[in-house]
């Protein structure tokens, strides 16, 4: 629908923003860093910020 086609050539990097609560407990944040390696393992960045 008038959107525009993305080749992989194209694409030099690949990177997510995630924003977790301030206090996120360590079982989440464990799983968090269980996603993070596994995007990295992929190539792809996350980039974590906490927020209050």
Known sequence: IGGRVIT???ISSKE????IPYGTSKEKMTAIKKSI????????????KEIK
């Open 8 to 10: 992989q050539e194209q």
């Open 16 to 19: 997510m923003y995630l924003a």
């Open 37 to 48: 390696d596994y995007a990295n393992s992929r190539g792809i960045k996350i980039l974590v």
